[in-house]
C-alpha cells in the first residue's frame, strides 16, 4: 500500500479529454490561481473510490502523494487523510493535523483546501485554541487563508459562528476573488444557521464587503431584502 501503488492506478484511470478540460477549469494557465498545475484526467467520484482502497495507506506514504505535480494524486492523498483522521485516535489526529500545515504549500487549489480543511484543521480546533485559524488568515499564501476560512465550516456545523464572524471581518480588504467567495459561502453557511448572525454582519459591513463577498454571502434572501443590501454596497 505505497504511493506509488495509487499513482499507478490511477493513472491507468485518466482521460486526456478530461485532464484538458481540467486543466482549464481549475486556470492553470499563466498568472492564473492554479498556473502550472498538472492533470491526468481523473474525476472525483473515481478518486474516492481508489482511496478507499488505500486508506490505510502510512503517512510517510501519503506525504509522498501530497508532494506529487499531479492534482488527481495530491486530492487523493488529501482523501486519505480525511478518511482516517475521522476515526483515528488523538495521538493519530494529531500527526495528521501537522502534517497538514506543513505542507499547505501542497494544498493549492480550492477544491483541495475545501475538501479537506474543515474535516482536518476544523474537526482538529474544535475543542483546542482557534488562535492557528488568525495566522493562516493573514498568510500572504492564498490557499492559507482560505484553509483558516474553510476550517470554520466545522464549526458552523455545530452552531459556533464566532471565529467564521472574525475571521471573515478579518478578510473583507483581501484582494483574491475566490478569497471573496469563500468568505461570502461561509456566511450564508453562518445565516442559513442563525439569520439573525448574519444579518448583525452585514449591516455592520455590507458597505465594503467586496460585492461577490456580498452577492455569496445574501444568495438566499429574497429578492427584495438582497436588493436592499446590494444598493447599500458602496464597492
Known amino acids: 500500500m505505497t504511493a506509488k501503488d495509487l499513482q499507478t492506478r490511477l493513472r491507468r484511470l485518466?482521460?486526456?479529454?478530461?485532464?484538458?478540460?481540467?486543466?482549464?477549469?481549475?486556470k492553470t494557465g499563466p498568472g492564473q490561481y492554479g498556473e502550472g498545475d498538472m492533470f491526468?484526467?481523473?474525476?472525483?467520484p473515481v478518486i474516492r473510490n481508489v482511496a478507499k482502497d488505500f486508506k490505510g495507506m502510512p503517512l510517510p506514504e501519503v506525504q509522498c502523494l501530497l508532494h506529487s505535480a499531479i492534482h488527481e494524486e495530491r486530492l487523493a492523498a488529501l482523501v486519505i487523510l480525511v478518511m482516517q483522521s475521522a476515526n483515528a485516535d488523538a495521538k493519530t489526529k494529531k500527526a495528521i493535523y501537522d502534517?497538514?500545515?506543513?505542507?499547505?504549500?501542497?494544498?493549492?487549489?480550492?477544491?483541495?483546501?475545501?475538501?479537506?480543511?474543515?474535516?482536518?484543521?476544523?474537526?482538529?480546533?474544535a475543542a483546542r485554541s482557534r488562535r492557528p485559524l488568525y495566522r493562516l488568515a493573514r498568510s500572504l499564501w492564498l490557499w492559507d487563508r482560505r484553509i483558516g476560512m474553510l476550517a470554520t465550516?466545522?464549526?458552523?456545523?455545530?452552531?459556533d459562528f464566532n471565529d467564521t464572524l472574525k475571521i471573515a471581518e478579518m478578510l473583507l480588504g483581501d484582494r483574491e476573488d475566490l478569497m471573496h467567495k469563500a468568505v461570502g459561502w461561509m456566511l450564508r453557511e453562518v445565516g442559513k444557521r442563525d439569520l439573525a448572525a448574519l444579518e448583525g454582519f452585514l449591516d455592520r459591513h455590507c458597505r465594503v464587503m467586496p460585492r461577490t463577498m456580498l452577492r455569496y454571502a445574501i444568495e438566499r434572501f429574497p429578492e427584495r431584502k438582497r436588493k436592499k443590501y446590494m444598493e447599500k454596497e458602496s464597492r
Request: proline residues 4%.
Open 40 to 44: 491526468i484526467g481523473v474525476r472525483v
Open 99 to 125: 502534517l497538514y500545515l506543513a505542507k499547505t504549500n501542497c494544498i493549492n487549489n480550492w477544491d483541495l483546501v475545501d475538501l479537506s480543511a474543515p474535516q482536518i484543521v476544523g474537526a482538529y480546533l
Open 14 to 26: 485518466g482521460n486526456p479529454k478530461d485532464a484538458a478540460f481540467l486543466a482549464g477549469f481549475f
Open 153 to 159: 465550516y466545522h464549526f458552523i456545523k455545530q452552531g
